[in-house]
């Protein structure tokens, strides 16, 4: 039998807003609303003062501050729910039973009750029947509220759990036969729940196969009941392959030398863990994604189902104070040696001596979380080691370490699942052979390493290792960076942070053209790292890639009253003769080349030095990119680098080939925020597009548009700074940003009569103009476009839109692209 609902109407309601709260200041009323968040546990008090700043405008340019009374605001009880497919096993053969696993996750901010019913919607050739278990009735869906391990049968009139914890799950498993005449290819559909397209988190329409919440307390959620639904299917003659997939991901956070800079023995490092559930079949395997769900663990004694994430204490090292675990987990310990794998320890809740633990663990309260759903992630797990057990005289120790997760497919106990960390593959995945290794590995064979620190390393079966090198500073280290962060770190190493900045371009700077810019001043800062005062020296040092700053590009280094400037001949920097000169006292000196910075104290002792780019006439637009118009002919899309080294010129020759040596780069870009015009048409009222025509896709191209198409302009505008990575670095945020687009100012004309006909060519399609992020949009009408007005339509300039200006809200980041667009009929 199918079991279907003959209808279903399940629409969105919105409910209104919780507290409005008066606040009088100055015979002002303010009016407060608390910002609530589904997150934010039921019954929590949430104070608030309003603080202002303002001015006497008798007397501009003094702040009068004003502090506001105190409000609070309780947060109310909120119901919520997903219910997402787990996972299908089983071959779907004709007479073949199939069992269809979902996880239902309360993620409304408060304990709540589910209800399940014993019902499934299905379509294709199956029908829900068969046994789960030799007792169960046939047909009966079961549920797990401990991650799988046990099930049990819901009733024929469905089910109502017992609270569930927030981010707490209850696993559900429906069983289908696939009927004898089923087809190769016939796809089986199952649902559990009811609501349009497996809508999640909606407020209820009562029908009887929904999955919805139950509440606990009187009064019960501001929301009302909520519900939700998920489907998964599976093609008749296929094998369902059901996985989770699991990637377990570690960072060192922090990094203290206890205030020694003379011993590594107190070195602190600490670590942070998240388990990633994955939602997607990542591994292209042909996998099904299914929640995680415990494993048998020893944990005081007694052997029980959790969710194992572990990290063993590095060599060298030794646990430093309590671990930290989020919500809904625990941690536990073990002096198990290493050789031993994870999940096969002993564990405890009980802290031994520190220096006993060999592993620290953190395992799922069953009592919260029983599983992790598809498309989760669990992160704030947290650990912190000291060294320990080095030489008193050892100048360099490598502290090498891999995490691990071990758990199991929901619904499926038998396949065990393991992860290090390190990489982004789930599972150990071998993406060489498409095979998931079948037994844990504990990391010590990996032979891969995570440089990045942000577990990028190289997809292995054996994880990769998070590397950290201890030193003991030597009495000459240097090093150089933007201004206040001599220790920034760029996307690669220390060598390559970058401060970004841009000159000014003039108005009406065409793509494809050139620009003389003026020059351009940044401020670094160089700090002595060494166990003894140094004289630090500066030199600009040519870019990796030769051609990316422009020949004769003058640099020009400056500290106090010293400065030395360089031109660029395309390969290296010649110093300019007499350029070196400067005052100290008022007195005339001439600067050493390079310019060196005396005395910087040891232990890092810091100083800030200048330097001016200046650009040659002739230089490109960093915006230019082919894509822009046939005067293009390269793609640009960057800034023009000089790097700065700063060294310790122990050997007195004046360059910068000594131990010592640090580089920062300074950037100059000729704008960072491209503009990219184009244009479609769309059939409108006017005739259909030509057969072949390619004028309905947007291009830079030139249209041929009929009386009565549409015109539909797209300006996308780009920041195409380098974004930030690494630490440290400067970037540029396009900030203030105001896109202008006027119809009767030349170039553009398309909001005037050009051909005299007594109407304006084109004319606004009201509702069309959009920008794909936040922003507002002004109109203006006339001709010029100075009189402000409203998205209107119309045959003059007084009754039409003549003028858009689209401010963007808040700043673009770099690498961050948004779109305006509006409409014009031909007239």
Known sequence: MVNRKKSVNKQHQPYQSLIATALLTGSL?????????????????????????????????????????????????????????????????????????????????DSTKFQIPNLATTTGPATVSGKLTPSSPSGNLQYSIDGGK????????????????????????????????????????????????????????????????????AGGPVNGVREASATQQIKVGNTANTRALATILKTKTAYDNAGTSSSLSDDLLTYGLSLRVEANDVTASGVTPAALAGTDINVDGTTTSHILVSDAIPANTVLN?????????????TTTPTTTNAEAATWTTTQPALNLIKRVGF?????????????????????????????ANTTSATINNIAQVAGTTA??????????????????????????????????????????????????????????????????????????APDAVGPNSNNDDFTNKSTLIPPNIAPGSTVDPAAVSFTNTVQNTGTSAANISLLPTPPTTAGDLPTNTVVTVSYQGLSAAYKYNGTSFV??????????????????NPVRIDAVAANGGKADYGVSIDLPAGTPLSTDTTAQGAAVTTIIERGFPTPITAFIDTNNNGLPDDAATNTSIDRVYTGFL???????VLQGTGPALPTGSTDGTFSVTPKKPAPGNIIEYQITYKNISTPQVGTGNVILNADKIVITEDGTQSPNNWALDNDTSGQIDTSNIVGSAKDSGASTIQFFTGSPANNPGVDQTGTTVSS?????????????????LRTFTFQRKVN
């Open 674 to 680: 491209q503009l990219l015009k184009q244009s479609r």
């Open 150 to 217: 046990n099930w049990t049968d819901i009733p024929a009139g469905g089910l109502t759990t017992g609270a569930i914890a927030v981010n707490g799950t209850v696993l559900v498993r429906v069983p289908i036969t696939v009927q004898a005449g089923a087809q190769t290819g016939d796809i089986i559909t199952v649902q559990l729940g009811q609501t349009p397209g497996d809508a999640q988190n909606q407020p209820r329409s009562a029908n009887g196969g929904d999955v919805y919440t139950v509440k606990i307390s």
């Open 363 to 391: 395992i799922n309260d069953p009592s919260v979380v029983t599983s992790v759903a598809t498309g989760t992630t669990v992160s704030g797990f947290s650990i912190q080691v000291k060294a320990s057990g080095i030489a």
């Open 411 to 484: 619904g499926d106990p038998t396949t065990k699942i393991y992860d290090n960390s390190g990489d982004q593959n789930p599972d150990n995945f071998d993406s060489t052979n498409k095979t998931f290794p079948t037994t844990p590995n504990p990391g010590t064979t990996s032979t891969t390493t995570d440089t990045q620190n942000n577990n990028t390393g190289t997809n292995s079966t054996t994880g990769a290792v998070n590397t950290t090198t201890l030193t003991v500073p030597s009495p000459t280290s240097v090093l150089n960076g933007p201004n206040g």
């Open 800 to 816: 039409d839109v003549t003028k858009y200006v689209n401010t963007a809200t808040g700043q673009i980041a770099p690498g961050v």
């Open 575 to 592: 110093f300019v003769p007499g350029s070196g000169v400067g005052t100290v006292g008022g007195n005339p000196i001439s600067a050493t």
């Open 321 to 333: 104070g309590i671990p930290i675990a989020p919500t809904g987990w625990k941690v536990v310990y």
């Open 29 to 109: 009323f303010q009016f407060v609303a608390p910002v609530l968040a589904e997150g934010t546990t039921a019954g929590t008090s949430i104070s608030n003062t309003a603080t202002a700043t303002y001015e006497d405008p008798n007397a501009p340019g003094s702040p009068i501050n004003s502090t506001s009374n105190a409000v609070t605001v309780t947060v109310a009880e909120v119901a919520g729910i997903t219910v997402t497919g787990s996972g299908i096993t089983g071959t779907a053969n004709p007479g073949n039973t199939l069992v269809y696993t979902y996880t239902v996750t309360n993620v409304g901010n």
